[in-house]
């Protein structure tokens, strides 16, 4: 009778526990899935991470806790990878796109998500939806600057690439002789239609462009001159992903302005050709103050992990069993 009534309160006692605590036992449970699941991933068993990481996700779908939020996008990259080994199965990428978008949900500024379901648009080709999910990204105005100047750089380099297809061919771009020497001149193309393609790639390319240099903030100015040896891993890192957008930004602003000048030497307005040459070259050094910061930090970035490293394997070997 007495070991009956112990079991009868140990079961209660359970019961209580479970329920009065039932966040923090599924706090414990989502990081065993977690784990468990991550293991699985790095051994490529992608269904059995999936499964281990939908449940995780399961029990916090608002992701209002940290292992809900990373189960989330967990749950998708799983997604993705199965789809990247069967590309064929394209309901996968759909059902990788949708979990990229939960995660987002949880978190607007998980910008690998975003590109995740950037990246998925363009591999299932599908422009309009690409172009509404990156314009949406650029209007966003409750995330980062520097994640909205990255898709308007996204959407005018799509606008850059299409001028160029019409200005960069044989019968646009002609070699001609100017003072002894080989120079390009730029010619309309015999199809007026290409033209004016060419006209509305190049103004849409401009304005979107001008949207994301006009994000920049004073920082990145300021970035590009600081010294890496001062800085802290942490805002080595921080200042990278700060500048690099905004120096994919500078440098389709420098394209573009390149295409406008050809539009203008395709209708004989030399003025305004020379005009944007000049301001196409100081857009450039612009893009190369930036690009020289940048090279800087992973420089610096660099240079720290093969200290680390260094210092590691000389611990391993510090450590070793003598034989």
Known sequence: MRSSRLGIFVLVTVAVFLTTNCSYYNKVMSRKNLVDGSIAYKERKFEMAEDLFRKAAARDPQGTTD??????????????????????DTKLAEEA????KKALANNKDDQSSYKAVASLYE????????????????????????????????????????????SDTPATKKTIKKDGKDVFQFVKPADNAEFEKMK???????????????????SVKAAATANPKSLTDE?????????KPFESARSYRASLM????????????????????????????????????????????DARKAVAEEAENANKANNAPSK
């Open 67 to 88: 292992e809900g939020r990373i189960a989330q996008v967990f749950l998708a990259r799983t997604i993705h990878s199965r789809y990247i080994g069967n590309r064929q």
């Open 97 to 100: 796109m949708a979990e990229y």
């Open 123 to 166: 591999n299932l080709q599908k422009p309009d939806e690409w172009k509404q999910w990156v314009t949406a990204r650029s209007a966003a105005g409750d995330v980062k600057p520097e994640y909205r100047a990255e898709a308007f750089t996204s959407l005018a380099a799509k606008q850059n690439t299409c001028a160029n297809e019409v």
């Open 200 to 218: 509305a790639c190049v103004d849409a390319g401009n304005k979107l462009i001008e949207q994301a240099v006009a994000l920049e903030p004073d």
């Open 235 to 243: 805002q080595l890192k921080s200042t990278l992903d700060l500048i």
């Open 258 to 301: 390149i295409q406008a000048s050809r539009l203008a030497e395709m209708e004989g307005r030399d003025a305004d050709r020379d005009r944007l040459r000049t301001e196409a070259d100081k857009a450039k050094a612009d893009f190369t103050t930036l690009a020289e910061a940048t090279k800087n930090l992973q420089g610096e970035i």
